[in-house]
């Protein structure tokens, strides 16, 4: 097995750690998603629904934004 440099162990930690961040994102938005559209098709709440969407999608936006 190769013997890694500190170097590349440092740049392949900051590459898991920025796609752990993008997974973590993709599941929040997902699961934002998927309530604001039960909201608008079964709820029959559509204004708050897409309030909702677009207000948290704007949210998660700029909290990893601010944590990265």
């Known amino acids: ?3 890694a440099t ?3 162990i440092r740049v392949h930690t900051e590459t898991y750690t920025a796609f752990n961040k993008l ?3 993709t599941i929040l ?3 934002l998603l ?3 559209m ?3 098709l079964i709820a029959h709440v559509g204004i708050i629904s897409l309030l909702l969407g677009v207000g948290g999608t704007i949210a998660l ?3 990893f934004a601010v944590l990265s």
Do not use: K, N, R
């Open 38 to 40: 039960a909201l608008g």
């Open 61 to 63: 936006l700029i909290g």
């Open 34 to 36: 998927l309530s604001s």
């Open 29 to 31: 938005w997902v699961i």
């Open 23 to 25: 997974v973590l994102f």
């Open 6 to 8: 500190q170097e590349e």
């Open 1 to 3: 097995m190769a013997d």
